[in-house]
């Protein structure tokens, strides 16, 4: 099994960055593609970020976040990055973070295997 431990949520200001951290436990960490998922009141979880399996020189981001988050990976922590810049209201929402043995295309369509407890991001003045 694979434990995912979130932090780095909190509140910021609207253009404001945060980055959040999801550490794994366990050996085959760089064997998962990993991920980011959210969550705002009222609606539907939602796919934001996949880096790919090994390197992670494969992602994928919603569109309602390009150019604004950037995700990474460290296998050697065994922990996956999520920065994000220039932050909106709408951007609040409760972050997952999520792992899975397939790859990160699938990840986009919420085929995972392992879920984090999600942590709160809420962006407001």
């Known amino acids: 099994q694979v434990q995912l431990v979130e932090s780095g949520g909190g509140l910021v200001q609207p253009g404001g960055s945060l980055r959040l951290s999801c550490a794994a436990s366990?050996?085959?960490?760089?064997?998962?593609?990993m991920g980011w998922f959210r969550q705002a009141p009222g609606k539907e979880r939602e796919f934001v970020a996949a880096i790919g399996m090994w390197s992670g020189s494969t992602t994928y981001y919603a569109d309602s976040v390009k150019g604004r988050f950037t995700l990474s990976r460290d296998n050697g922590k065994n922990t996956v990055y999520l920065q994000m810049n220039s932050l909106k209201p709408e951007d609040t929402a409760v972050y997952y973070c999520a792992a899975d043995q397939s790859t990160a295309a699938t990840m986009q369509r919420g085929e995972i295997d392992y879920w984090g407890q999600g942590t709160q991001v809420t962006v407001s003045s």
């Open positions: 366990g050996r085959t960490f760089s064997r998962y593609a």
